[in-house]
């Protein structure tokens, strides 16, 4: 199976980097364990700027995909990780642009299209403190649910803590 995790957010927008720094950590623990048995060839790390349709090109391809983001519930602690799929999913802060559309929206078009497009899609939400200040640092309630995003997504795809196959 071809999977693609992606670490969705803005890296220089304190906690909305969140996805991003998950991502770079996975791709830091898989590395880890060497290529040895080729399970490295079917999973791939992308970091995206950008969702809506540009999120759904990043799928493309791939039989299954794991999207991380921050998100601003208001109904969870920050540092949250909540899982979700893709038709429980509400608007994005950043429909502000005509150009782009909701992750639902464009994996309709998609399929409208005949993309090859993930027959499973997972999200994993963090819940953020701080989505509008300048700074390439976490918060520190979001830093501390990296590892647990971490391990929430390598669980999902049958790797332990260490990045091992389980």
């Not at 980097?17 to 950590?25: D, L």
């Not at 005509?98 to 090859?116: F, I, K, P, Q, V």
Request: glycine share 10%.
């Amino acid at each position: 199976m071809k999977t693609v995790i992606i670490g969705l957010g803005n890296p220089i927008l304190t906690d909305d980097s969140v996805g991003i720094r998950v991502s770079r950590a996975i791709r830091q623990r898989l590395g880890q364990r060497g290529e040895a048995d080729g399970r490295n060839d079917t999973v791939d790390i992308k970091e995206v700027y950008a969702g809506g349709i540009r999120l759904m090109d990043a799928m493309t391809g791939y039989d299954r995909a794991c999207i991380v983001d921050a998100m601003m519930t208001g109904r969870s602690r920050p540092g949250a990780v909540t899982e979700f799929d893709p038709d429980e999913l509400c608007g994005t802060r950043n429909m502000m642009c005509t150009h782009d559309t909701n992750l639902s929206t464009a994996l309709e078009l998609g399929r409208m299209l005949n993309m090859h497009l993930p027959s499973t899609i997972k999200i994993w939400g963090i819940e953020a403190s701080d989505v509008t200040s300048f700074s390439e640092q976490l918060t520190d309630e979001i830093e501390r649910a990296v590892p647990v995003a971490v391990n929430a997504i390598l669980g999902e795809l049958n790797f332990d803590a260490q990045g091992e196959i389980s």
